[in-house]
């Protein structure tokens, strides 16, 4: 059921105030930085991929709007323990649904900065790992 309006900011504002998975990972497989030109938003990605294929560890550091660090807080969480291509399969349009659409409807940028990012680090590692195995 989706949240109501007061929910979903509370929901937000509760992942700010208290962010899950910040700060550096060390010995990260993927760390890539992303922002948001229209915004002083600026997310910086990590991920572990374990040996199963699938996201170990997550985290992110940065700052920004109170959408752009909530909705990286909750993709930490979101995206642990999933594959590659779970994370790649992935919409924009379900993590704004997750996060409250009506609330973030008007900032899809600053919703979504963390997603992208993570994708886009996730997809050069794939890359990376596909060359791997070409040499």
Do not use: W
């Not at 208290?18 to 990260?28: H, K, S, V, W, Y």
């Not at 959408?67 to 807080?73: P, R, V």
């Not at 990012?117 to 070409?134: F, V």
């Amino acid at each position: 059921m989706p949240m109501d309006r007061q929910e979903a900011i509370e929901f937000l504002v509760d992942h700010y105030q208290n962010p899950r998975n910040r700060g550096p990972l060390e010995d990260a497989d993927v760390h890539l930085t992303g922002g948001n030109p229209g915004c002083s938003d600026r997310v910086e990605m990590y991920a572990k991929i374990g040996p199963d294929g699938r996201v170990e560890q997550v985290s992110f550091e940065g700052e920004g709007c109170t959408i752009s660090m909530a909705a990286a807080s909750y993709v930490t969480e979101m995206v642990q323990g999933m594959t590659l291509d779970e994370v790649e399969q992935l919409s924009p349009e379900t993590l704004m649904d997750d996060l409250g659409r009506e609330v973030v409807m008007t900032r899809p940028t600053c919703a979504t900065v963390a997603l992208g990012t993570l994708k886009k680090g996730l997809h050069e590692l794939h890359m990376r790992q596909l060359a791997g195995r070409a040499e």
